[in-house]
T-cell receptor
Framework: EAQVTQNPRYLITVTGKKLTVTCSQNMNHEYMSWYRQDPGLGLRQIYY???????DKGDVPEGYKVSRKEKRNFPLILESPSPNQTSLYFC???????????FGAGSRLTVL | SQQGEEDPQALSIQEGENATMNCSYK?????LQWYRQNSGRGLVHLILIRSNEREKHSGRLRVTLDTSKKSSSLLITASRAADTASYFC????????????FGSGTQLTVLP
């Protein structure tokens, strides 16, 4: 089944403890992206990647890092999480030239 | 940056009724898309309408686009309880998924 898989789905952590949210897609998509969703703010793009080793900032990149060493994986790294990064995170992917995103099921992160 | 704004923010209807949601945007677009999100889950693409199209149908969904008013509407006919979800419009200025900008969504509740 074509899908985007995120892990973990739920995570509670404490301020300053580094964490990584993994994202993997099995559709051979070139484009991958991370969004965060907060009440009343819709989805805001954190980082995106057009292809392997090509990443760029979205609208809200502060406090996050990403890497794209393999085509299928696009992990989101929070080096020193803070409470304002408590949010619902989505990874999404798309083939190059396509307009439509395929989303993962989401990762709900709570930073205490 | 948020481009699309959905209206209303919340809508509650009886099963069998039609549901209409609106989206307004600010700048010229290449296409506009609608996505559905079930509670706490990832977004699922519903339909895409290009800037040179005025109306599009997919099953019980009907989307209209008025580029002169910079607005779109999503009509769900004969709604079902399973249609209960949040609905988001997303605009693309270039036609690339990279530049999709999401609104804050309309929460639709269909009462049985």
């Amino acid at each position: 089944e074509a899908q985007v898989t995120q892990n973990p789905r739920y995570l509670i952590t404490v301020t300053g403890k580094k964490l990584t949210v993994t994202c993997s897609q099995n559709m051979n998509h070139e484009y991958m992206s991370w969004y965060r969703q907060d009440p009343g703010l819709g989805l805001r793009q954190i980082y995106y990647s057009m292809n392997v080793e090509v990443t760029d900032k979205g609208d809200v990149p502060e406090g996050y890092k990403v890497s794209r060493k393999e085509k299928r994986n696009f992990p989101l790294i929070l080096e020193s999480p803070s409470p304002n990064q408590t949010s619902l995170y989505f990874c999404a992917s798309s083939s190059s030239g396509a307009n439509v995103l395929t989303f993962g099921a989401g990762s709900r992160l709570t930073v205490l | 940056s948020q481009q699309g704004e959905e209206d209303p923010q919340a809508l509650s209807i009886q099963e069998g009724e039609n549901a209409t949601m609106n989206c307004s945007y600010k700048t010229s677009i290449n296409n506009l898309q609608w996505y559905r999100q079930n509670s706490g889950r990832g977004l699922v693409h519903l339909i895409l309408i290009r800037s040179n199209e005025r109306e599009k149908h997919s099953g019980r969904l009907r989307v209209t686009l008025d580029t002169s008013k910079k607005s779109s509407s999503l009509l769900i006919t004969a709604s079902r309880a399973a249609d209960t979800a949040s609905y988001f419009c997303a605009t693309s200025t270039s036609g690339s998924a990279r530049q999709l900008t999401f609104g804050s969504g309309t929460q639709l509740t269909v009462l049985p």
